[in-house]
Nanobody
Framework: QVQLVESGGGVVHVGDSLRLSCTAS????????VGWFRQTPGKEREFVAV???????SYADSAKGRFTISRDNAKNTVHLQMDNLKPEDTAIYYC???????????????????????????WGQGTQVTVSS
């Protein structure tokens, strides 16, 4: 079982930056892909960014060029650096973990990196980001 805790949200102005953190406990973190998603009232949870177990990154179009996802396996933490924030970035941000790499005997089996929130097994409680104009 993996427990995830997000931190770093807050209220900022347009053009400001925030750094979100997702810290995991309960299991070795380095075989998991970790994604960031966001949600606003009345809307479905939306993909923002993902970092694979091998640190390959992928971003939603809305995040490209402004957000950077990174991981520090020694600290069981994934960060989402968000720069040049816009009002439309206002949402609750969630991190989620999907076990991507597993050993079957001596064979390392690696699954695909996914943007689908339904593929993620573990979720944090969310952190609110509000960007005011």
């Amino acid at each position: 079982q993996v427990q995830l805790v997000e931190s770093g949200g807050g209220v900022v102005h347009v053009g400001d930056s925030l750094r979100l953190s997702c810290t995991a406990s309960g299991h070795t973190f380095n075989t998991y892909a970790v994604g960031w998603f966001r949600q606003t009232p009345g809307k479905e949870r939306e993909f923002v960014a993902v970092i694979s177990w091998s640190s390959i990154t992928s971003y939603a179009d809305s995040a490209k060029g402004r957000f950077t996802i990174s991981r520090d396996n020694a600290k069981n933490t994934v960060h989402l650096q968000m720069d040049n924030l816009k009002p439309e970035d206002t949402a609750i941000y969630y991190c989620a973990a999907d076990q991507q790499a597993t050993y079957e005997g001596d064979l390392l089996v690696v699954g695909a990196t996914t943007r689908n929130p339904q593929d993620y097994d573990y979720w944090g409680q969310g952190t609110q980001v509000t960007v005011s104009s």
